[in-house]
């Protein structure tokens, strides 16, 4: 069974701060995404990485970075968090060979 | 801008009735069209998926049906239960250059199935 986990379920942070979110995957996938999810809004595209130390911008990347030093690890940035970047996000994971997405359960962060 | 529209953004139905969820694309170039369930609190998952060679497939209760000449493919849940209560979403796969891929998303169907 793929297993794609996130560092934190809830998060509060305060406007200003850094704030990172980490997810890991256990099934060598090359390709990882992080979206974010909101109301009415469906899941909007972050960033990806489709290898170590390569990232692509998604849709919506303004205020946010990525970082990917191995594999199995990809990071997301908020590098001032900010209140309208309240929101779930979702982190995921693609194989070459297959065509599933795999996510991970989710971060919900909050930004006050 | 939106490449794949889908609707309902809500559907309410009774146990056993037939929700039907559509979705339109408009690039030729997406080669495999998935469904994923999402249950609250949990990231989605794939519930069924098709390759635009066919026209339908069913797994279960779950069928796809497909219209490639219309750009239109939609998920039909047969005898309808309570615990599929969920949102659904569609979805268009993109194979870029080299090994990259992306899938596009719908912006997702919520679904209630009432008692």
């Known amino acids: 069974d793929v297993k794609v986990t996130q560092s934190s379920r809830y998060l509060v942070k305060r406007t200003g701060e850094k704030v990172f979110l980490e997810c890991v995957q256990d099934?060598?996938?090359?390709?990882m995404f992080w979206y974010r999810q909101d109301p009415g809004l469906g899941l909007r595209l972050i960033y990806f990485s489709y290898d170590v130390k390569m990232k692509e911008k998604g849709d919506i990347p303004e205020g946010y970075s990525v970082s990917r030093e191995k594999k199995e690890r990809f990071s997301l940035i908020l590098e001032s968090a900010s209140t309208n970047q309240t929101s779930m996000y979702l982190c995921a994971t693609i194989s070459y060979r297959l065509y599933e997405q795999y996510f991970g359960p989710g971060t919900r962060l909050t930004v006050t | 801008q939106q490449q794949v529209k889908q609707s309902p953004q809500s559907l309410i139905v009774q146990k056993g009735g037939i929700p039907i969820i559509n979705c339109a694309y408009e690039n030729t170039a997406f080669d495999y069209f998935p469904w994923y369930q999402q249950f609250p609190g949990k990231g989605p998952a794939l519930l069924i998926a098709?390759?635009?060679d066919v026209s339908e497939k069913k797994e279960g209760r779950f069928t796809i049906s497909f219209n490639k000449s219309a750009k239109q493919f939609s998920l039909h849940i047969m005898d309808s239960q309570p615990g599929d209560s969920a949102t659904y979403f569609c979805a268009v796969y993109f194979q870029r250059a080299g090994n990259n891929r992306k899938l596009i998303w719908g912006l997702g169907t919520s679904l209630a199935v009432n008692p």
């Open positions: 098709i390759r635009p």
């Open positions: 099934m060598d996938h090359e390709n």
